[in-house]
């Protein structure tokens, strides 16, 4: 199997006595479906944000789809979150001004992408996640666990190789917490889609393909 | 693609500018009040520059524009034959005559302004009407006096239509004395009154002039008619491009419209005062607007969104404001006219009195599509600088932090 996303070294240090993250050494292979546990401020949030380009490393490397991510290169993260990253995240996050379907469709607005194919992806993927009925309404209409599902939607839309999670099921109720894991599951297995999921729920990371522990920013289990 | 991403982005930006529509059109109130004060003042200071432009162009004789000789660069441009054809030249010029300026003093002192001119090419020129008696004979010392030096002489030295007027012109011999030639001119007519240099004119044979001279066959300018009033400027531009001086009544507008110029650049400079108030009011509603949506803005970043298309996309927000601000100043700013027009013309008629008169009939504020697309513009531009910082402060927040702290 392919490794669609390694680090080497990773080392974040906010000064000498806050250390996030020490020397994490990872690696997710295509398709996998994979848990990421930890207490809070164990450094699993900074992880999941250096991976998605959204924070940079004191030391060490990230590598995406066989490339080096450049923290330096501005334009390049911006490109890797449009193209190779998918975010999910706590509280949602839809944009309240946007229906269900424009949410989904709107990070290929940032892809140059034409309103009739951003409509079309968008609708299939709500389909995917059973909200196909429910596009036309604005995230004030919709529970809890359906915006959930729409962010996952928006999350597949630009066909990501890695989808990143933080607390997805955090704000959710124990039913809807269950349904929203299968549905990622699911996507994950019939589309092939690699799967990092930030949690802190020991039970959820039982069903994930493999589990990845952080204690105080070090590697407990891989 | 360009065009595509441009409108989507505008669309993205109406939608936020619709969220708020209370607070938005407030924000564009306060620039809608700046930009109707400078419309209606512009539009006054305009008004008052046409209806002005109007009685000169009622009042005098605007199409009568004479060409004198200039210095330019170092070299004199003389009227030499060759300027006098390219001066004929000019377009919508309907006739032209050349003349020649003196000084002469009549033997009493009295100082007067002579023009030689050709009697038989200046009737399209000045068209000239008689109060008095008629032309001069070609050739012939006769003289034809214009109608306020006339009555100056008729009073002071009791000179009458056929009378001798007895000039005196002074020249100085090879001893640097003064020799003093009397020459007599028959006053053969009187023009009536113009209320132009024709009234204080000594009208004489250019001939007799050159002659008097002392046979110099050189010309000091050349009279021209244009054939409208609308080309007045245009006949003038000719002759400055010839590199000659114009003069004529059309200085009058000149003067008319820089001093306009002045006057409505300090009224729009101080009525633009409240636009600055406007612009803080554009950039404090953004600001707020930002931060209200600080967490919006980290999603749109992490999932796409470049610095740079956050910046465009609130900019594009202010575009919206300056537009609605533009449009509704405009339209204040109309009603302001019409209100000075209403209310304000009868007191000012009544300040200016009779010379003014003109004011009376038609509006004093003018309104042209130049000052509306002005207001816009000026609005538009202002939101875009007030929406620069609050953009830029957008485009630079930490998506992550912007995404746990945010609102």
Known sequence: MAIVMETQGLTKAYNEQVIALDDVNIALEKGEFVTLLGRSGSGKSTLLNILGGLDCPTSGEVVINGRRVDFDDRDALITLRREALGFIFQNFNLIPTQTAQENVGYPLVFNFQKKAVREERALALLELVGLARRADHYPRELSGGEQQRVAIARALVGNPAIVLADEPTGNLDSKTSDEIFDLMRTVNRERETTFLVVTHERELGKRADRSIELLDGRVVTA | ?407
């Open chain 2, 1 to 407: 693609m360009k065009l595509e991403k441009f409108i989507e982005y505008l669309k993205l930006s109406a939608r936020q500018v619709t969220r708020k529509r209370m607070r938005v059109l407030l924000t564009a109130l306060g620039i809608a009040i700046g930009v109707a004060a400078v419309v209606a003042t512009v539009s006054l200071g305009e008004g008052i520059r046409f209806q002005a432009v109007e009685a000169i162009k009622d009042q005098s004789d605007l199409t009568l524009i004479e060409a004198t000789a200039d210095i330019r660069g170092g070299t004199i441009q003389l009227i030499t034959p060759a300027k006098i054809d390219e001066i004929t030249a000019i377009p919508h010029i309907l006739a032209s005559t050349a003349v020649i300026r003196e000084a002469y003093a009549t033997k009493r002192q009295t100082y007067l302004g002579v023009m030689g001119i050709d009697p038989t090419g200046i009737g399209d020129v000045i068209k000239p009407r008689y109060l008095r008696g008629g032309q001069i004979e070609p050739g012939s010392r006769q003289t034809v006096l214009g109608h306020d030096v006339a009555e100056t002489l008729q009073r002071y030295e009791g000179v009458r239509l056929g009378d001798t007027v007895p000039i005196l012109i002074r020249e100085y011999d090879e001893n640097g004395l003064p020799v003093d030639e009397e020459v007599d001119f028959t006053l053969v007519g009187v023009l009536q009154e113009r209320d132009d240099q024709f009234d204080q004119l000594m009208l004489i044979d250019q001939g007799v002039a050159q002659e008097l001279r002392g046979g110099d066959a050189s010309f000091d300018g050349v009279l021209v008619r244009a054939d409208d009033p609308d080309n007045v400027f245009t006949v003038v531009d000719g002759i400055k491009d010839l590199g000659l001086t114009a003069t004529g009544a059309f200085q009058q507008i000149e003067s008319v419209n820089r001093l306009m110029d002045v006057v409505v650049l300090l009224l729009a400079f101080f009525s633009g005062v409240a636009l600055i108030v406007g612009a803080l009011m554009i950039m404090n509603t953004m600001i707020t607007s930002i931060f209200e949506r600080t967490r919006e803005i980290g999603i749109t970043m992490a999932i796409g969104a470049s610095p740079g298309d956050v910046v465009q996309l609130i900019l594009y927000e202010c575009l919206f404001i300056g537009l609605i601000g533009g449009v509704l100043g405009d339209l204040f700013g109309i009603v302001c006219a019409w209100a000075i027009n209403v209310f304000g013309k009868p007191f000012i008629v009544a300040q200016l009195g009779d010379t003014f008169s003109t004011f009376a009939e038609g509006d004093i504020t003018l309104i042209t599509p130049e000052i509306l697309v002005l207001g816009i513009v000026i609005s538009i531009v202002l939101s875009l600088l007030s929406g620069f910082y609050p953009a830029l402060k957008a485009a630079r927040l930490n998506p992550v932090t912007a995404i746990r702290t945010g609102v």
